[in-house]
């Protein structure tokens, strides 16, 4: 039987996303050294599995509901469930009620140390955050080993609205394979979708969400140069609505929507600008990687965005829901190949010095090993 410690993931769902994506580069890291449990809440939503590696030891133990009101039977339940890991790791909103659960009951089941990791909001919140939910979160964070963020912004909302001590928020900075991004990638490696010599393309990769207003994006390509396309990369609800528009103003022939890229090295280096029209970021790791391919990131100043990029890539930044100013941005870069080549040379630069997988994962050991091994000691005492 492994000794290997036993980290127990709880996350709301677990298709492919930024903090599903980040988990499963961090279980792969680490490959043997420990064991994973993971929980998705949604058992039918579990698309990011195919991303773990065959060699790392992974289970997929039943577990409680973790929706529905918060009352004392149902958080027993959640917590006798935790019981037996060394760590028990949860993610944003959709677990809250597991971080509740361990604060209540962690004595009585004997539970290992928690850290939830929140990295950001769906629609409901993209406006604004709700007063009760920040209550919610001061209250359920109350005896969480650690509280990690990956932005400035969310950093700020842990410690103010969310009343967190200073010791316990951990700013980690989302990273990638930066090298991984540099090789040209091959013009057919979509299927059904091939980049010609004389195409361009503005990409984006994103979860096709209301939050993510990709609306916009197939609005601003009709009032592009008819050379240049649309590529939008990922999977979700919006997608037939996305279709639909392309089709009312005429552009489905240059609007692209390939589904869900399990490894962006392969396509971010076929854009020739990258772009976002988010209403709500922190810290779009899709920038990071379309920051390594060195391109320029046109987007709003939404999250980090504009302390990611690099100072060069400012002026291609817009206010939250100035679509206008988002058309001026792509408009002068689409007409100027120089300007889209220095601009994405300097986030290459920035992105390699800051940004690279290696810092990341090793920040990440240094927290969860440290908490699991002062707990150890505690039990050893």
Known sequence: MSKAPRILHIHSTFDPGGKEVRTTRLINAWGKECDH???????????????????????????????GKPLPGMLNRIAAAMAGYDLVCTYNWGAINAVMAHTLFADLHKLPPLVHHEDGF??????????????????????????????????????????????????????????????????????????????????????????????????????????????????????????????????????HLPGFVERPEKIVGLFDIFALSSLSEQFPISVVEAMAAGLPVVAPRVGDIGDMVASDNGPYLAAPGDEEALHQALWTLTGDAKERKRVGLANRAKAREEYDSLRMIERYRALYWGLMNRQKGRDEA
């Open 37 to 67: 449990a993971i929980v998705s809440g949604d058992p039918e939503r579990r698309g990011a599995a195919h991303l773990i590696e065959r060699s790392v030891r992974v289970s997929w133990p039943k577990f409680p509901p973790l929706t």
């Open 122 to 255: 769906n629609e409901d919140e993209a406006s604004g955050l709700k007063w009760q939910r920040n209550w919610f979160r001061r209250l359920a964070l109350g005896r969480s080993g650690a509280l990690v963020v990956p932005s400035k912004s969310l950093e700020n909302i842990a410690l103010e609205a969310w009343a967190q001590p200073r010791a316990r928020v951990r700013r980690i900075a989302n990273g990638i394979d930066t090298r991984a991004f540099s090789a040209p990638p091959k013009r057919d490696f979509l299927p059904g979708l091939i980049k010609r010599k004389d195409e361009f393309w503005i990409g984006t990769l994103a979860g096709l969400r209301e939050v993510k207003n990709l609306s916009a994006l197939v609005r601003l390509i009709k009032r592009q140069p008819p050379d240049w396309h649309l590529v939008i990369a990922g999977e979700g609800p919006e997608r037939e609505k996305l279709q639909n528009l392309a089709e009312e103003l005429g552009v489905e022939d240059r609007v």
